[in-house]
């Protein structure tokens, strides 16, 4: 009799730890472990030189003190050398007058793209698509987001998003659509009959026993 064999999935997975990897930047070196103690937004790009990568790392750029201000820190990544990346941020910093602050993975291997499923067949077979993970300070996957080649992303959106999950985390809770700091979070519904006859009297402002919000 044959035994079946269990494969590992090829992609990450949220709430477990995120690819490791050791790879080539713009600033030298940098693994994962790198990143322990800090929340890390890894987000992969198609190409150097294209205009709409090009609005979002500025836009990442701009952000950059906000997401410092999280404890957390940006990796690009794009299926390009180091030498054009280099030339790329230099060219940024000529045309744009941006100055880009994070490193930006020379990825030419695909080694860690293809750990992250940033390939995506029918998108990009040799380009990483507009992939970003959101990795905690314990190392752990907590979000992913794709978009297609063609749309660039929200970066107020990652801030947001960072910024709700270090609520949850600290606080129990979970936030409703587009919260950000100062709206009421959710109270996480109760998970018996019991509690539930109790929750509409413990003060919390409630809809009904299964939605019931406070502030933080």
């Not at 390009?80 to 030339?87: E, G, L, M, T, V």
């Not at 080694?111 to 752990?140: H, L, N, W």
Request: hydrophobic share 40%; net charge negative.
């Amino acid at each position: 009799m044959e035994h079946e064999t269990t494969q590992q999935p090829a992609f990450p997975q949220l709430n477990k730890p995120a690819p490791a990897f050791n790879a080539p930047t713009t600033h030298g070196n940098k693994t994962l472990e790198d990143y322990k103690g800090r929340w890390l937004v890894l987000f992969s790009h198609p190409a150097d030189f294209t205009p709409v990568c090009t609005t979002e790392f500025m836009a990442f750029a701009k952000k950059h003190d906000a997401f410092q201000a999280l404890n957390c820190d940006l990796l690009g990544l794009s299926i390009d050398s180091h030498y054009s990346h280099i030339a790329w941020v230099r060219n940024i910093k000529e045309k744009f007058g941006v100055d880009i602050p994070f490193p930006i993975i020379a990825d030419l291997s695909m080694e860690v793209a293809r750990s992250y499923g940033m390939i995506q067949p029918g998108a990009s077979d040799t380009s990483a698509v507009r992939a970003t993970f959101i990795i905690d300070d314990k190392g752990i996957l907590r979000a992913m987001v794709y978009y297609p080649m063609t749309n660039g992303r929200s970066v107020d959106e990652f801030v947001r998003l960072v910024t709700a999950l270090q609520a949850s985390d600290a606080n129990g809770i979970a936030t409703p659509e587009n919260w950000a700091p100062g709206d009421k979070v959710i109270v996480p519904p109760p998970a018996t009959a019991a509690d539930a006859d109790k929750r509409v009297q413990e003060g919390y402002e409630c809809t009904d026993w299964y939605f019931c919000k406070k502030s933080l």
